[in-house]
């Protein structure tokens, strides 16, 4: 028998588990655990059938290759096994794999390997027959897998029929159907907004999409194809698998635009070193490299394992997903006052950073995901994006856990906390004097697109808050030497150079200060485009509701059809000063909703009036607004700031400080400084690719996700990818970094 803690009892209880969580993958296409949990455990079975052999089952999840195919789907043979492939962790991993290589085909120099990308998404096998595709299947257990034929037919960049001349009778491909990033987050987003639940990851997202037994459903799916390798027929179209590849895509399959051919160990290490770069500015989540002999003949002789090929393997990336405990939820106060709960995490290392915390978002958000504390959950950091908690395992939720109850004070000052109707954010109530709310709003003051005054950081704020000496920004400016110099940590020169820092700051333009308000909903493009609309502070403030507003005729909510029906119910009325409310009360309108009737009396008080005005003038005609982007939310979140007295104060003491500014030029095209001009972006910028991407679109600018012959200008931040090779072949303008700051004032290079 056994001891309890003996290698046969572990193998046993890792099969159990690997195959519980190859079901839930392969099967459910719901995971509980990240994949590179699931990886360990395959990793630790590995290694002890590997000290053990004579442990080794048939049936071991080491020995095949995942999920039984699920039985909605008709069950496909593959003629030529899918297999999967093994990984590499580390460097040590991959150079092991090169010598065993190099050891099998008794070959000393550096040998030829394909390199790829390794695209995180789920394999399929695809059959044409005379160049027509005639079958798609999945993976399944690597033997036989579901027929999706119906639904690979969807995939908008998958040929149906083979171009040009020359393919096999009967060709196989297998490749990687995926789920572009911006259809994920899409596609998540319809998820929270209808109160569904999202989805993990882009690789479930793709196969929860294809192994739709509906394929009306997976056509509304954005899904991607690239082949990667070959199948029954498909070995014989050239020697070299680049060669095959490069042949398929003159047939019209699509291949990766990375492949690359490298040399031996130290062209594998420079290979995924590029790509672990590049790996942010993809459109598409990879989740490693993959490595392939070239040689068609050497992949024969290296031949393959019952699980995967001996002349393959896959090196992962650092994982950006994985599980882990919620410590406690604990909720963060903004400068407006919003409330963003936080989870606190058992801290975890993502994408090589250790995490322990990650945003939950809004309120709303926390209670669809339904986290509590003690849950474990999903989180995810992919590229530089703050990291989040996913979703929540249930099966794992403590029997004790209760749900976050709404705070009803808040966490900084203890003032009431409010929860808006139809919004799905809490706010403390507390507003200037709350010590947390003061904070942000100093933070955002000094900060770099605002008042940009060096050597004020977090904690310099922090402590001046806490002092008491700052209450709002213009007690920023009273501060003197001797002060400065009683805060913890503060030595003279900092002392001066902090000083030096707010003096110069005094000095700036209409747009930073305007921005540097912190006006609620008005970011640094809403304030540009204010700034150059009004020219100056004194007209802003002057600025009624429908300075705001586009100019409008007729009657909001009444088109041609309905000011047809009104105008008809008008000419059968009684003449004189009877009000359309009080008519309406006597005798409908046919087809006419009650809900217009307040508009239409606000603008026609009588019918006689309305008699006298003609049908036209009823109906609805908007004209162009003042700022575009300033709808009536913004608007009046404008108004009610500065008709604050306290705001109004403020302004009135940072102008006696010596604060002022250049005014605005205000120019007739100034809000769309950036139309009709295609942009791509590539690389790293230090705020977000989503910000900057928004930022070029307020401007009026296109951002496009690849570079062609309509794209005008390429962006170019840190670590570029591909897109700078590529545009630089077309001849493209490139800009830096540098050129950013003008570019968002809306100023283009000459
Ligand atoms: S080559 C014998 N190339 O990764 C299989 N596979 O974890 C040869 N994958 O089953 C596969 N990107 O579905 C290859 N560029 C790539 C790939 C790739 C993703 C998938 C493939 C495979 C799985 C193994």
Partial sequence: MASPSSPADRIAALRRQIQYHSYRYYVLDDP???????????????????????????????????????????????????????????????????????KQLDREPPIDYLAEPKLDGLAVSLRYEQGRLVQGATRGDGERGEEVTEQVRTIRNLPKQLQGTGWPQVLEVRGEVFLPLAAFNTLNAQARRSGGQPFANPRNAAAGSLRQLDPRITAQRPLAFRCHSLGAGAESIASTLRDALIQLQSWGLPISSEMQLVQGLAGCLAYYQRMAQLRDALPYEIDGVVFKVNELADQA?????????????????????????????????????????????????????????????????????????????????????????VRVIPEKRPADAKPVPLPDRCPACGAQVLKLQGEAILRC????????????????????????????????IAQLVETGWVQDPADLYQLDQAQLLGLEGMGERSARNLLAALERSKSTTFARFLYALGIPEVGWVTARKLAAAFGDLDALMQAT?????????????????????????????????????????????P??????????????????????????ALIHRQGKPRVVGVGE????AILGFFASDHNRSVIQKLRAAGVHWQPALP??????????????????????????KQQLLNLGAKVRGSVS??????????????????????????????????????????
């Fill in 667 to 692: 120019e007739a095209s100034s809000a769309q400084p950036l139309a009709g001009k295609t942009f791509v972006i590539t690389g790293t910028f230090p705020e977000p690719r989503e910000t900057l």
């Fill in 301 to 389: 002789r290296l031949g393959a394992s019952s699980h995967a090929p001996h002349w393959a393997i896959a090196y992962k990336f650092p994982p950006q997903e994985g599980i882990t405990r919620v410590e406690r939820i604990l909720f963060q106060v903004g400068r407006t006052g919003a409330l963003t709960p936080v989870a606190q995490l058992e801290p975890i290392v993502l994408n090589g950073a250790r995490v322990s915390r990650a945003t939950l978002h809004n309120w709303d958000e926390l209670r669809r995901k339904d986290i509590r504390s003690g849950d474990r959950v999903y989180v995810r950091r992919a590229g530089d994006v703050i990291p989040e908690v």
């Fill in 709 to 750: 012959k309509r794209t005008d200008y390429l962006l170019v931040g840190e670590k570029p990818g591909s897109k700078l090779q590529k545009a630089r072949a077309l001849g493209i303008r490139i800009l830096g970094a540098e050129a950013l700051e003008r570019l968002l004032q809306g100023k283009l290079p000459d």
């Fill in 633 to 636: 939310r913004v608007a009046e």
């Fill in 32 to 102: 509980e655990i990240p994949d590179a949990e699931f990886d360990r455990l395959m990793a630790e079975l590995r290694d002890l059938e590997a000290r053990y052999p004579a442990l080794i089952t048939e049936d071991s999840p080491t020995q095949k290759v995942g999920g039984a195919p699920l039985d909605r789907f008709p069950t496909v043979v593959h003629r030529l096994p899918m297999l999967s492939l093994e990984n590499a962790f580390t460097e040590a991993d991959l150079r092991a794999f090169d010598t065993r290589v190099r």
């Fill in 591 to 616: 087809r006419f909703s009650a809900k217009l009737i307040p508009a239409l009396e606000a603008r026609f008080p009588t019918l006689a009036a309305l008699r006298e005005a003609g049908p036209a």
């Fill in 429 to 460: 109530s507390g507003g200037l004097y709350c010590p947390a709310q003061r904070k942000r709003t100093l933070e955002h003051f000094a900060s770099r697109r605002a008042m940009d005054i060096q050597g004020l950081g977090k904690q310099r």
């Fill in 545 to 589: 509701k429908a300075d705001f507003l586009p100019p409008h005729q007729g009657v909001r909510g009444i088109g041609p059809k309905y000011a047809q029906a009104v105008w008809e119910w008008v000419q059968g009325s009684p003449e004189g000063a009877i009000s359309p409310s009080d008519w309406w009360k006597k005798q409908r309108i």
